[in-house]
T-cell receptor, first 114, second 109 residues
Framework: DAGVIQSPRHEVTEMGQEVTLRCKPISGHNSLFWYRQTMMRGLELLIYFNNNVPIDDSGMPEDRFSAKMPNASFSTLKIQPSEPRDSAVYFC????????????FGPGTRLTVT | KNEVEQSPQNLTAQEGEFITINCSYSVGISALHWLQQHPGGGIVSLFMLSSGKKKHGRLIATINIQEKHSSLHITASHPRDSAVYICAVRFTSGSRLTFGEGTQLTVNP
């Protein structure tokens, strides 16, 4: 298996633009997680899905952030409009069943908003 | 308040040394994860445990539920072990993982 796949790996955009990050979980995994990592706040869970359904989105910073999982093999995290403080590395991870199981991380997307 | 604390924040060791990284948490948990983040940024899950001890190669993770404490041990450390090690817990009162700030480990040859 190729592991968790994220795209793009790097994204540089201007403030106000829409940004879409993409994730393909490991085949057969039922849970998908979106994390954000910054120097100031470390790793933070933004949202996680179980069987394509959002279970906990309390970590999503504000209405500018939205996440979807239209099917078991694809998820998106969208920021609209983007702001410089959104600059961070965004990780996607998947696991067999929920947070109490081992999670497999993607390589991350480094987002820079200027 | 649900908190996770790691110590030390930074650790420098010589190749071959035995290394211990600690993680303490404030209230009951349902699971604890140890993660390794490489200098290039990639994150690997090392262990997930809720009791006892797990071993994988030179890595050993232990957890003491009564003391609310977990340790990650590395035996015969090697420069390739240099990374940030992150402890994350799922509190029984919540549904999300809470992360420690990480321990930066540098192993010198």
């Amino acid at each position: 298996d190729a592991g968790v796949i994220q795209s793009p790996r790097h994204e540089v955009t201007e403030m106000g633009q829409e940004v879409t990050l993409r994730c393909k979980p490991i085949s057969g995994h039922n849970s998908l997680f979106w994390y954000r990592q910054t120097m100031m706040r470390g790793l933070e869970l933004l949202i996680y899905f179980n069987n394509n359904v959002p279970i906990d989105d309390s970590g999503m910073p504000e209405d500018r952030f939205s996440a979807k999982m239209p099917n078991a093999s694809f998820s998106t995290l969208k920021i609209q409009p983007s702001e410089p403080r959104d600059s961070a590395v965004y990780f996607c991870a998947s696991s067999h069943r929920g947070e109490n199981y081992e999670q497999y991380f993607g390589p991350g997307t480094r987002l820079t908003v200027t | 308040k649900n908190e996770v604390e790691q110590s030390p924040q930074n650790l420098t060791a010589q190749e071959g040394e035995f290394i211990t990284i600690n993680c303490s948490y404030s209230v009951g948990i349902s699971a604890l994860h140890w993660l390794q983040q490489h200098p290039g940024g990639g994150i690997v899950s090392l262990f997930m445990l809720s009791s006892g001890k797990k071993k994988h190669g030179r890595l050993i993770a232990t957890i003491n539920i009564q003391e609310k404490h977990s340790s990650l041990h590395i035996t015969a450390s090697h420069p390739r072990d240099s990374a940030v090690y992150i402890c994350a817990v799922r509190f029984t009162s919540g549904s999300r993982l809470t992360f420690g700030e990480g321990t930066q480990l540098t192993v010198n040859p």
